[in-house]
Antibody, heavy 122, light 107 residues
């Protein structure tokens, strides 16, 4: 069925990096984009950025520029989000979500992964 | 950045009642690029409405969206037990932003 399956929970120390994966199935991966959205404990939703699975173009939220990198592997229909220089306020559930037609970076999210909890703690 | 403000913060209603949720934008949302999501505890958000008023696939017709410019509304005509959740609006006319959410709780 149509789904996004994310990698498991991570615990990282401040200053470290984390890389979360999101494997798509049930649809043509390269016809869409993937956005990443995070949610701190008990808080709302924050858009982190977008990558086109069609051509690899990216668009990152300004506050994360320089710390985040999004990539895709079209051979395995998998998207990745790497966040560097982790801080305690990066502790959150990280979601991948299908977004748009692979060309437009700003779109709504019609298919979501179940989320990956990243805990940053010393 | 477009700031979205949702009201009320919490809505206490009984099953069968009508729910009206508001989402106000700090500047006009181009082309009515406004979506609504439902989120239940421990779950990912689920898309309800896009383009301000179009229901997503499989969404019951008791959910409806309206509005344009800076003022948008999500209406649930008759609340079912499974509708008690947190609802978020999101604009995608520019760099996407979300409202802070409205919790619909059982009265």
């Amino acid at each position: 069925q149509v789904q996004l399956v994310q990698s498991g929970a991570e615990v990282k120390k401040p200053g470290a990096s984390v890389k979360v994966s999101c494997k798509a199935s049930g649809y043509t991966f390269t016809s869409y984009g993937i956005s990443w959205v995070r949610q701190a404990p008990g808080q709302g939703l924050e858009w982190m950025g977008w990558i086109s699975a069609y051509n690899g173009n990216t668009n990152y939220a300004q506050k994360l520029q320089g710390r985040v990198t999004m990539t895709t592997d079209t051979s395995t229909s998998t998207a990745y989000m790497e966040l560097r220089s982790l801080r305690s306020d990066d502790t959150a559930v990280y979601y991948c979500a299908r977004a748009g037609d692979g060309v437009k970076p700003y779109w709504y999210f019609d298919l979501w992964g179940r989320g990956t909890l990243v805990t940053v703690s010393s | 950045e477009i700031v979205l403000t949702q009201s009320p913060g919490t809505l206490s209603l009984s099953p069968g009642e009508r729910a009206t949720l508001s989402c106000r934008a700090s500047q006009s949302v181009s082309s009515s690029y406004l979506a609504w999501y439902q989120q239940k505890p421990g779950q990912a958000p689920r898309l309800l409405i896009y383009g301000a008023s179009s229901r997503a696939t499989g969404i019951p017709d008791r959910f409806s969206g309206s509005g344009s410019g800076t003022d948008f509304t999500l209406t649930i005509s008759r609340l079912e037990p499974e509708d008690f959740a947190v609802y978020y609006c999101q604009q995608y006319g520019s760099s996407p932003t979300f409202g802070q959410g409205t919790k619909v709780e059982i009265k």
